[in-house]
T-cell receptor, first 113, second 118 residues
């Protein structure tokens, strides 16, 4: 399947800084998911979004479902060293189940203590 | 908590060997999936199953087969392993099939199996 455009590809930030990343698509989605993957591990779901315009938080993480349904954003506030990992988004189209999910290429986050 | 487990975290196999990767989920999910993950290519769907004994090809099924004899277990089989099948293999499960957009509907991943084919 296709891939989502996710940016930035990688980022180095100082501990305590805020982080923003986003995913964009040429087609609309009904569901956006954000995952974190630690090296050598499987992806762990962070936030799920089901409605255009929805803003959802999970601790220091906040994600938004874009109003056009073609994009989504993830923000991490006050980063800490354990935030290191790869973050990627996934989107589901209006028809079909998870066999049609499209994944972003990932944002690699490095936090400098 | 949903739990998806995979039989091995690391495997080393020789070219031509038959390889079995097993995945078990404990949430009575109907749908199970096998992906491979490669640097720069992201996650690619190999096969999925929406019911016992049912299977559908994903985007890259060549060189793989699957088996789902019980609802909780989904196996990926490499009939004759090749070096280009060296990869991280991820199993996932989900509770819903069909139109997305239902609150609470999501997909859960296992820890992955890193396979090296020599």
């Amino acid at each position: 399947g296709q891939q989502l455009n996710q940016s930035p590809q990688s980022m180095f930030i100082q501990e305590g800084e805020d982080v923003s990343m986003n995913c964009t698509s040429s087609s609309i989605f009904n569901t956006w998911l954000w995952y974190k993957q630690d090296p050598g591990e499987g992806p762990v779901l962070l936030i799920a979004l089901y409605k255009a315009g929805e803003l959802t938080s999970n601790g220091r993480l906040t994600a938004q479902f874009g109003i056009t349904r073609k994009d989504s954003f993830l923000n991490i506030s006050a980063s800490i060293p354990s935030d290191v990992g790869i973050y990627f988004c996934a989107g589901l189209p209006p028809s079909g189940g998870y066999q049609k999910v499209t994944f972003g290429t990932g944002t690699k986050l490095q936090v400098i203590p | 908590d949903v739990k998806v487990t995979q039989s091995s975290r690391y495997l080393v196999k020789r070219t031509g060997e038959k390889v079995f990767l097993e995945c078990v989920q404990d949430m009575d999910h109907e749908n199970m999936f096998w992906y491979r993950q490669d640097p720069g290519l992201g996650l690619r769907l190999i096969y999925f199953s929406y019911d016992v004994k049912m299977k559908e090809k994903g985007d890259i099924p060549e060189g793989y087969s699957v088996s789902r004899e019980k609802k909780e277990r989904f196996s990926l089989i490499l009939e004759s392993a090749s070096t280009n099948q060296t990869s991280m293999y991820l199993c996932a499960s989900s509770a819903y099939f069909g139109t997305s957009g239902s609150s609470g509907e999501t997909q859960y991943f296992g820890p992955g199996t890193r396979l090296l084919v020599l």
